[in-house]
């Protein structure tokens, strides 16, 4: 006879698929054990501390600025000497568009998404606020949860002196005790550092709308912003990195089966031109090169190349590099049936 009795939670321990119904999957508290004798405490590395901006954020946002002023000048020039066209209006209407296009996008926020408070996903809403107080802001941003029909996402904005976080309804799922909160608070962390560091401003979206336009180097900007937020999330949240990036890998089922140095030492393993190509051509650094930054806070996260060296963490953002490990998917000589051979990837 069949019983409503929830399973053990010991028939469970090897299931990387939690919140089953009827299945008793909430997680233990977590248990530190206390320093022993030969534990030693670490300096933070400098990527483990305070949020710090990606070095490459600045130099490139100024040269967007200098792009946007300049296209500015000459269109100006050119309707002195008057060589007007109608091409040379959408320029000049661009102000007025990004404000428009901002106001929309926040009004259909608040009259579709459910607002994140005190009453409604009060846990969430305590971690929005933390993460404003923990990195000095007057104001606590406004925060929404909304369907992504299936998306793993979430992403911060403004309109006016407003400004907002919203994450998708399948990505907050992973807050929920079962999966991983320390996943969810790392987000947050995240999109809240993008308010924090000044991404969602008016103006920087204004001045940076000419190089987003122009391939290599708009994502370049945009791969140190993400960089940037990721030091904010990580200052929130440090053992919330790896699960984070599990689920954005492989979903909100299956984050707590990834192996993160596996994947972070893909970063390494992982060559060719393609590689880096993709990787320029994207707006978030890709996934193996976000993981490798995240696990070695010595250094900031690689903008264009790979990272050469695997490592090992220590403590406190801090590395030991390692003897490179074999290529994950390798096995042992002659081992797979009928002749088969590795593809040769490496």
Do not use: C
């Not at 321990?13 to 030969?38: E, N």
């Not at 606020?129 to 979430?154: C, F, K, L, T, W």
């Amino acid at each position: 006879m069949d019983s409503d009795a929830p399973i053990p939670r010991s028939r469970l321990a090897d299931s990387p698929i939690p919140s089953v119904p009827g299945v008793d999957d909430t997680r233990p508290a977590a248990v530190t054990p206390p320093p022993g004798p030969t534990s030693v405490w670490q300096q933070p590395a400098l990527y483990a501390g305070a949020p710090r901006r990606h070095p490459w954020e600045i130099p490139v946002l100024v040269l967007a600025v200098l792009l946007a002023v300049g296209v500015y000048a000459v269109i100006l020039a050119l309707i002195s000497i008057g060589l007007v066209t109608e091409y040379l209006l959408i320029p000049l209407a661009l102000p007025f568009l990004i404000f428009l296009g901002r106001g929309i996008g926040y009004a259909s926020i608040r009259a579709n998404a459910v607002q994140i408070t005190p009453t409604q996903f009060p846990e969430a809403f305590t971690m929005v606020v933390e993460a404003a107080a923990r990195y000095g802001m007057e104001y606590v941003p406004d925060a929404y949860v909304m369907s992504g029909n299936g998306q793993i996402n979430a992403f911060a904005s403004g309109h006016g002196f407003r400004r907002f976080v919203v994450v998708y309804s399948d990505l907050f799922e992973v807050g929920g005790r079962a999966r991983s909160p320390e996943a969810l608070e790392f987000v947050i962390g995240h999109e809240v550092g993008h308010i924090a560091a000044g991404h969602v401003s008016y103006w920087r979206q204004l001045f940076s709308s000419v190089i987003m336009n122009i391939p290599i180097l708009g994502s370049l900007l945009s791969r140190a912003q993400e960089y940037t937020a990721d030091n904010y999330g990580y200052y929130t949240r440090p053992d919330g990195a790896a699960p984070a990036i599990g689920v954005l890998a492989s979903g909100k089922y299956l984050l707590s089966a990834v192996d993160f140095d596996q994947f972070a030492d893909r970063a390494t393993h992982e060559k060719g031109f393609f590689v880096v190509l993709v990787n320029a051509l994207s707006s978030h650094p890709v996934l193996t090169w976000r993981a490798a930054a995240l696990r070695d806070r010595t250094r900031s996260g690689s903008i264009l190349l790979r990272p050469r060296t695997f490592v090992r963490g220590t403590g406190s953002g801090n590395v030991v590099p390692v003897p490179a490990p074999l290529p994950p998917a390798q096995v042992a000589p002659g081992s797979m049936p009928n002749k088969l051979s590795e593809t040769g990837t490496y």
